[in-house]
């Protein structure tokens, strides 16, 4: 079966969708994230939908679905690079998706996640000291 | 089937689009600075000449036939070049009806005793005048319409502008009374705009909005919820107290939102966001 490849980036999951998600593929997601939280321990998961450009309820529901377990096992997850076709859809079928942080793109993701955990300072020492 | 009429339409084509256009010209006068004599000759010449060529195949009863189609694509480009230069549509109608008004006296006048000659073989020609008068207006309204329609889109495009303030913000000025019709649009530049400037702040400026009510409330809270979702967040402001007032009266909740009474207080917000401050000069 086909499954959507989580990558880890430091602290962070990175989930990139290609392809079109259906039903039985966002559930397969929302496993293996949840077992790759648990296993990595990651502190934050962020989910590019740049390429989707078509969303239906259950797939909406599915993404809150994954922010709210995520963030029961204290990790924060963030949606980036939703088209503006799929948030009207989203927001006419009445899914704003409260709770779950959202970006423009992967790097202001990114960005949002590392001074959402504090990260920023360590980050920025780290940049520092290496200067 | 060479009838008397169409033998004496053939033969008398330059005098009748003679008589035609001194008809029309006098008409016109006043609408000549639409368009020149010149332009109105070769349009007749043009007419006459595919009329009379129609006429000559002798079939009059159907217009729906080839023979007819020069006559009808000619017909059809001149109501529309009319709608277009601001001609009313009796004017343009009229085009067609003067023609016939010149061929009634024409026919009279070579065919003085024949009355039943002009009965039998007139009526057919003035059957198909008339129709080619409804293809004049329907055409008219068409292109009429078309107008109408362009500039309702370019209405709704024009008084929905997104301006780039700064890096990443986004301003959006709307003015006038708020539809369904018109929200959508405003929502679908707005999230285009987003989209295309890369911006994470964008501020709905609704000073120019007459009135607020739940609908107007319920469009701006999906328009802010969309643009969330897409990662840029929304400041609204231009919050006067009147519709203060109405959306509290009202039960709308817009604690969720950032809200500001001014475009000032909502720029400064923006500008504190995006953690950029203003200067005066000569202290930096």
């Known amino acids: ?131 | 089937m060479a009838t008397q009429i169409t033998r004496l339409l053939m033969e008398r084509k330059e005098k009748l689009l003679q008589i035609w256009m001194e008809g029309q010209v006098s008409e016109l006068s006043l609408r000549l600075d639409r368009m020149t004599s010149q332009d109105l000759y070769r349009q007749s010449k043009e007419f006459v000449d595919a009329f009379v060529a129609a006429v000559a195949s002798g079939n009059v009863e159907d217009l729906n036939r080839h023979e007819w189609e020069p006559v009808r694509r000619m017909l059809v480009q001149i109501s529309v070049s009319r709608s277009h230069q601001g001609f009313s549509p009796t004017e343009t109608a009229n085009y067609i009806f003067s023609l016939k008004e010149v061929l009634i006296r024409l026919i009279q006048s070579e065919l003085n005793n024949q009355i039943d000659v002009f009965v039998q073989e007139f009526i057919p020609l003035s059957r198909v005048l008339d129709k080619l008068g409804l293809i004049t207006f329907d055409s008219y309204t068409r292109a009429r319409e078309e107008i109408i329609i362009r500039q309702q889109q370019e209405m709704l495009e024009l008084s929905t502008p997104v301006i780039r303030v700064w890096d990443g913000i986004l301003a959006l000025p709307l003015i006038g009374t708020l539809d369904s019709g018109r929200t959508q649009v405003i929502m679908e530049n707005l999230l285009r705009g987003i989209q295309d400037t890369n911006s994470d702040v964008a501020i709905l400026d609704i000073s120019g909005v007459p009135t607020v009510d739940t609908l107007v409330a319920q469009h701006i809270m999906k328009t802010v919820s969309a643009a969330r979702l897409m990662g840029a967040e929304c400041i609204i402001s231009g919050i006067r107290p009147e519709i203060a007032q109405t959306i509290v009266q009202l039960g709308v909740d817009l604690s969720m939102v950032k809200t500001r009474a001014s475009l000032a207080g909502a720029l400064r917000l923006a500008y504190e966001m995006r953690k950029l401050t203003v200067v005066p000069a000569g202290k930096g």
């Open chain 1, 1 to 131: 079966m086909q499954r959507i490849p989580i990558l880890k980036m430091g602290p962070f999951l990175l989930v990139t969708i290609q392809v079109d998600l259906h039903d039985r593929l966002v559930m397969a997601l929302q496993d293996d994230l949840t077992n790759m939280v648990s296993k990595t321990g990651a502190r934050g998961v962020l989910i590019d939908i740049s390429s989707l450009d078509m969303v239906d309820s259950f797939i909406g529901r599915m993404l809150g679905g994954i922010a709210a377990v995520t963030r029961l096992m204290d990790a924060q997850t963030v949606v980036v690079g939703m088209q503006p076709a799929v948030a009207i859809t989203m927001v006419e079928l009445g899914l704003d998706l409260p709770g779950v942080l959202t970006a423009l793109n992967v790097e202001r993701g990114m960005e949002l996640l590392r001074s959402r955990l504090g990260l920023v300072r360590e980050m920025a020492h780290d940049i520092d000291t290496k200067a």
